[in-house]
């Protein structure tokens, strides 16, 4: 007989600019803090979680066992971690725990060459959100939930499929292997739809959840690029493009860069749909290598937001390894 086990995390955070208007006051202000990218690798969520690195995690680890009449065992583990928030008033200083809300989890999917488990994890942040709604009760004060649904399917063979396939609007999600490093992000961030509707019936605890739509992550020389040009302090100009946009054509002339902050993208190359990118992305690089111009066309497949960046603000060793990564038509 036979033991294969794999895992899937999902940790949530609150990225730089994802709060506009009002709600993000406490934010500006220091109250409380906007959260710093997680690494790249996680070792430790309980410590993340604990010293408030993160806003809550969704863990699920499962094993199966297996002989020749196939699998004849399984089992899982796991559930959600709630964070805290800090909040700051003057030279104090309180933490406010998170209210967890119980781990959904229905019965596994058993099939002769696979076991798939599902699990929701998640609850209610620690501040209060006074707002207005369209409809009744008109005014809430508590905060929206957020949560998470992951999907783990084990096969027979030992290998695995760790996948995001719910989450609320709100705020950026990230998924890890088995190996707890990043191969998944959630695309697009809404916090209005957040704010006004994720609370009531809208979640997964009356039956209601969201499908995700998560993309492949960014390389670590993006991660890097996009975190310099970020705090920089050199001065960028920000695009915001709506549903069927373009930002790139390809054969038009160009050299500016584009950082994608929130949305999802697609890369056409000949008409062909080649990729599709997302939040971290760094894009335009050919350009200015190739001759000035573009390459493929970038069209917006969500809203995208996004910064243009000078190309000169970027090595050019490190535009010859972006370029390197970003032929897809020949992927």
């Not at 942040?125 to 207005?132: F, I, M, N, V, W």
């Not at 707890?180 to 704010?195: C, E, M, P, R, T």
């Not at 991660?223 to 390809?250: E, N, P």
């Not at 000949?270 to 000035?292: H, L, S, T, W």
Request: aromatic share 6%; glycine share 10%.
């Amino acid at each position: 007989m036979t033991k294969h086990a794999s895992s899937a995390t999902v940790i949530s955070w609150i990225p730089s600019e994802a709060i506009k208007g009002l709600p993000s006051v406490p934010f500006q202000m220091g109250i409380t803090q906007i959260d710093e990218p997680p690494p790249a690798r996680i070792d430790d969520v309980a410590s993340l979680v604990a010293d408030q690195k993160l806003r809550f995690a969704n863990r699920l680890s499962a094993w199966i066992e297996v002989d020749e009449r196939g699998i004849v065992g399984y089992g899982c583990e796991g559930g959600g971690l709630m964070g805290s928030s800090a909040v700051g008033v003057g030279a104090r200083t309180i933490t406010l725990p998170g209210l967890s809300l119980p781990d959904l989890r229905p019965d596994p999917l058993v099939t002769p060459e696979s076991v798939t488990w599902r699990q929701t994890a998640g609850g209610r942040p620690s501040l209060p959100a006074p707002r207005r709604i369209k409809h009744k009760p008109f005014v809430q004060l508590r905060a929206p939930i957020v949560w998470t649904t992951l999907e783990l399917e084990l096969f027979a063979d030992g290998t695995s499929d760790g996948r995001l396939v719910g989450s609320s609007p709100f705020p950026r999600h990230w998924v890890y292997d088995e190996s707890n490093n990043l191969v998944a992000k959630s695309g697009l961030i809404d916090f209005d739809q957040w704010y006004h509707h994720a609370f009531g019936g809208v979640t997964p605890w009356e039956a209601v959840d969201i499908e995700a739509l998560t993309t492949e992550v960014e390389s670590e020389l993006e991660r890097q690029l996009s975190r310099s040009i970020m705090t920089s302090g050199h001065k960028t100009r920000r695009q915001r493009l709506k549903t069927g946009d373009v930002l790139f054509s390809q054969g038009d002339e160009g050299t500016d860069l584009f950082l994608v902050l929130d949305g999802v993208a697609s890369v056409e190359v000949d008409g062909n749909v080649v990729a599709e990118i997302g939040p971290g992305a760094v894009m335009g690089e050919r350009a200015v290598i190739e001759g000035g111009r573009r390459t493929a066309t970038v069209r917006a497949v969500t809203p995208l937001r996004g910064v243009v960046v000078p190309p000169e603000l970027v090595e050019r060793e490190h535009l010859e390894e972006l370029r390197g990564g970003h032929r897809r038509e020949d992927q």
